[in-house]
């Protein structure tokens, strides 16, 4: 299934669709290939993508935000193990939950927002992302890496979050305005939206 996607990408960007490749701290070899092109697809670290009503948008992959990442490599790396391990009790609790006519449920994303550190921690990355957005003058950010789907203003940002394609399959849409939507393939709240104080969320 992914070869098939990336399949469809290259021929994409045969036919000449503008193609970036972000890497992220699972595929941080690439960084060493920035401005190089693969099949029509170019390597970058960051961009601004300027959406069809005129609003600029800095896409990043935002673990270079992950404190964790940055700085306790080793830690990081054992969350990686727990969150391996998590989505393999996942798979076999769902295959029962299918038995017995129930829809796919996120044990890991359950645990991550039960856990008042994570939820910290992922107030403390959005607010950071927002902060460099309006640093480089975009009027949002686009970005990846916490797999925490959400569609939000904060301070004047539009703050956008594409979660995952591991276990979520979220990922964000633009419309032919400029409007940006979560797309969730198994139409399900797989990673239930954290509310934030003050804050209200985009209209699509």
Request: net charge neutral.
């Amino acid at each position: 299934a992914h070869n098939d996607v990336v399949q469809k990408l290259l021929r994409q960007a045969r036919k000449g669709t503008k193609i970036f490749y972000i890497p992220g701290n699972h595929d941080d070899v690439l960084r060493d290939y920035t401005g190089t092109h693969f099949g029509g697809i170019e390597v970058v670290n960051r961009m601004i993508h300027e959406a069809a009503d005129g609003r600029r948008y800095l896409v990043i992959h935002g673990d270079e935000f992950d404190v964790v990442v940055r700085y306790a490599r080793w830690l990081a790396f054992l969350g990686d193990s727990a969150y391996t391990l998590a989505l393999t009790l996942n798979t076999g609790f769902n295959a029962v939950r299918r038995r017995v006519g129930l829809g796919y449920w996120s044990l890991s994303a359950w645990l991550k927002l039960k856990v008042k550190n994570a939820v910290n921690f992922i107030g403390e990355f959005e607010h950071a992302l927002v902060h460099e957005a309006r640093r480089t003058n975009a009027d949002g950010v686009i970005c990846g890496h916490i797999h925490h789907v959400a569609k939000r203003e904060m301070d004047g940002i539009t703050y956008l979050n594409c979660g995952d394609w591991v276990e979520s399959c979220t990922a964000l849409g633009e419309d032919h305005e400029g409007r940006f939507e979560i797309i969730r393939w198994a139409q399900t709240n797989v990673v239930p939206m954290l509310p934030k104080p003050g804050e209200k969320e985009v209209a699509a």
